[in-house]
T-cell receptor
Framework: NAGVMQNPRHLVRRRGQEARLRCSPM?????VYWYRQLPEEGLKFMVY????????ESGMPKERFSAEFPKEGPSILRIQQVVRGDSAAYFCASLPGTGTTGELFFGEGSRLTVL | AQSVAQPEDQVNVAEGNPLTVKCTYSVSGNPYLFWYVQYPNRGLQFLLK??????LVKGSYGFEAEFNKSQTSFHLKKPSALVSDSALYFC???????????FGGGTRLMVKP
């Protein structure tokens, strides 16, 4: 059973470009969370999605950031017009949706560098 | 709103000695508490959790954590540290019956031979 898969692992963008980060949850998992980790800091919650629904986006910046989890395919975190402050590691985590509480399964992260 | 504090940025321990990584929390209602570990350039891995029951929770790799309601703490412990335990440790809290984890800032554990 493959774990949570994130790609790309590393992404370099220039200021003003767009960044798209993908996350395929573990097989059978229908809940996806995105977290951001700034250098030398902890994880900050960004958004919680189920298939075709955004459940909680209270941690998402109001502008330039969006997320989706379509019926088919991976979850996408999209950052438009990136700025240097967006440089961070973005982690995706998944849950089956029922049963276990809090045992999030994390991907290895996508590290975004904005030049 | 819930919050987690990990007061130590770094903990240094000699191999074979006991280790403690501190965590205090604030949450409405009964807390769900978690510890995760992060190795360099990797995602977080679940170590253990407290939901209800015994205040002492045992987890992976010989780690345990003690829930103390009066002190709102959930310190991570291990009787004998290994060099391979060196990593970044995160404490997290969720409100009861929820999966919205709030993470602390992390504590870097350095175990020296």
């Amino acid at each position: 059973n493959a774990g949570v898969m994130q790609n790309p692992r590393h992404l370099v963008r220039r200021r003003g470009q767009e960044a798209r980060l993908r996350c395929s949850p573990m097989k059978g998992h229908s809940h996806v969370y995105w977290y951001r980790q700034l250098p030398e800091e902890g994880l900050k919650f960004m958004v919680y999605l189920q298939k075709e629904n955004i459940i909680d986006e209270s941690g998402m910046p109001k502008e330039r950031f969006s997320a989706e989890f379509p019926k088919e395919g991976p979850s996408i975190l999209r950052i438009q017009q990136v700025v240097r402050g967006d440089s961070a590691a973005y982690f995706c985590a998944s849950l089956p949706g029922t049963g276990t509480t809090g045992e999030l399964f994390f991907g290895e992260g996508s590290r975004l560098t904005v030049l | 709103a819930q919050s987690v504090a990990q007061p130590e940025d770094q903990v240094n321990v000699a191999e074979g000695n006991p280790l403690t990584v501190k965590c205090t929390y604030s949450v409405s209602g009964n807390p769900y508490l978690f510890w995760y570990v992060q190795y360099p350039n990797r995602g977080l891995q679940f170590l253990l959790k407290y939901i209800t029951g015994d205040n002492l929770v045992k987890g992976s790799y010989g780690f345990e954590a003690e829930f103390n309601k009066s002190q709102t703490s959930f310190h991570l412990k291990k009787p004998s540290a290994l060099v391979s335990d060196s990593a970044l440790y995160f404490c997290a809290v969720a409100p009861n019956a929820g999966n919205m984890l709030t993470f602390g800032g992390g504590t870097r554990l350095m175990v020296k031979p």
